[in-house]
């Protein structure tokens, strides 16, 4: 419990000690934690937006067969990343409780369920890419574009599974910096590949958006191997070796899937909700969908601050339950929570007050950059909720609540931004804005939905 600069925690399940925290060693142990992961996905955000810029100085064309297939991957990468939250928890777990046989079994089961559903989704997202983004709602002037795209995008996904499991499990340990190291990296050879292939250098001829694609493949080839290589030299109780026995182990993943269940769930219907109302967007056509695409990408920016947070949520949470201190977990979920929301209201002043300059390095379309900027000050309001919840959500996801995340989900996607967004652009004709509009009203709902869980302490008694 927090009372103003102490934290009082039980050192172990009979109460036999007690210590005590000021708050400032208690910031210390999550900046350490944290900086790794916040350095790793601003810099990947930041690599993002000059892969968007480049990609969105061909044209709005170009711009719109990337944003198509972003949902669709999005959904494949979700059955392995909710895979990962039950794995993660575990790992966590069985970690702060010093029982490590246990955690190495659970990596090594992660491993061969990110290798058979990344080869799965990697060939049916090759073979149906153009349906996919047909579907998807693509114009005839991207259609080509985007499905060629999509059948890049495909090739990677057994690329991106293994990496996306490995980083989950390390975090899940207490490991930020080794994911940093192979994720910046990774961006690294993303942004230059891209420059050189997009625009052409020597005797490599310009390609295009095609050159967009092959850079993106690369780059995700680097980080699985760049992972693989990070496991096996880890020196971590959870490091793999090619002695280690890779055969499936059917309890184990009983005990994975009875907290992945819930998230998995969880991905399926946000990501299916996003497929949903990104088709209701690209209606509006494709300077709409363009400045709508943009406006993602910068938002990525606040979101990808407080998945760091939400990250250490998740670590801390498993850790100290598993360590039976329940009361520091919560502890540092509040802590957390309290830093996300600080940092929002820069990031939402930023997103008002500077959206159209920000907008300007993706496009010189002006019509694009004018609709942007006003997204962006409708954005600044959703900042706040969307923060709170990521972080909150992420230490139910590491207590194994997972059920409540899912709830949040429900409440926000299916019941308000994608209703909400069929009503205001299809019937109402309101315009690219009340898409994100809706997107304000979704995070306010589920913000409000984890707060009371995380509130009422019954994550305290989940067993996993």
């Known amino acids: 419990m927090i009372e103003e600069n102490q934290i009082c ?39 993002s937006i ?28 979700a059955v392995f990343q909710a895979f990962n939250v039950g794995a993660t928890a575990m790992v966590a777990r069985f970690v702060g409780a010093k029982d490590y046989e246990n955690a190495k079994k659970v990596v090594i089961q992660a491993l061969i369920i990110a290798v058979i559903s990344g080869s799965v989704l990697c060939i049916l997202g090759f073979s149906f890419s153009r349906w996919i983004v047909v579907t998807m709602g693509a114009q005839d002037d991207t259609v080509d574009y985007a499905s060629m795209y999509m059948k890049y995008m495909s090739v990677g996904i057994i690329f991106q ?24 990296i990774s961006n690294i050879v ?43 030299t880890s020196s971590l109780p959870v490091a793999v070796s090619i002695r280690d026995k890779f055969r499936l182990d059917f309890l184990m993943l009983k005990r994975i899937m009875n907290i992945g269940l819930a998230a998995a769930v969880e991905q399926l219907i946000l990501r299916t909700g996003f497929v949903i109302f990104t088709m209701v967007v690209a209606e509006l056509g494709t300077v709409s969908f363009a400045a709508y695409q943009i ?8 979101i990808n601050f407080s998945l760091a947070l939400g990250m250490a949520s998740t670590s801390f949470m498993g850790r100290n339950l598993g360590a039976k201190k329940p009361e520091m977990a919560e502890a540092y979920c509040d802590e957390l929570r309290k830093i996300a929301l600080s940092a929002s209201m820069i990031i939402s002043a930023c997103f008002f007050f500077g959206g159209y300059y920000i907008t300007r390095i993706f496009t010189t379309d002006m ?9 962006m000050k409708v954005i600044a309001f959703m900042v706040p909720f969307q ?36 009503i205001l652009i299809k019937f109402l004709h309101f315009g690219v804005w009340a898409a994100s509009l809706a997107g304000v009203i979704d995070q306010l709902a589920r913000s409000i939905v984890v707060y009371f869980r995380f509130r009422d302490g019954k994550w305290k008694l989940v067993k996993v």
């Open 50 to 77: 000059i892969n968007l810029a480049m990609v969105g100085h061909l044209g709005a064309y170009a711009i719109t067969s990337v944003g198509l297939t972003n949902q669709p991957v999005m959904v494949s990468v």
């Open 9 to 47: 925690v039980s050192k172990n399940e009979s109460l036999q000690a007690e210590k005590v925290l000021s708050r400032a060693e208690l910031r210390k142990s999550i900046l350490s934690f944290t900086w790794p992961c916040i350095a790793e996905l601003m810099l990947v955000s930041m690599i």
């Open 367 to 375: 019509e694009v950059i004018l609709l942007t900027a006003l997204l």
């Open 387 to 422: 923060n709170s919840q990521l972080v909150l959500s992420g230490g139910l996801r590491g207590a194994g609540d997972t059920k409540w995340p899912l709830f949040a989900v429900i409440s926000g996607i299916v019941f308000v931004r994608v209703p909400l967004a069929i």
């Open 161 to 184: 599974a293994i990496p996306t499991v490995v980083t989950s499990l390390l975090r899940g340990a207490g490991d930020t910096r080794s994911p940093m190291r192979y994720n910046i």
């Open 190 to 232: 993303n942004v230059l590949a891209g420059f050189i292939m997009i625009y052409g250098l020597w005797f490599i001829p310009a390609m295009g958006i095609e050159g967009a694609a092959i850079a993106t493949t690369l780059a995700k080839f680097s980080a699985c191997a760049l992972s693989i290589y990070t496991i096996i």
């Open 295 to 302: 406006s993602e990408s910068i938002t990525g920016l606040s």
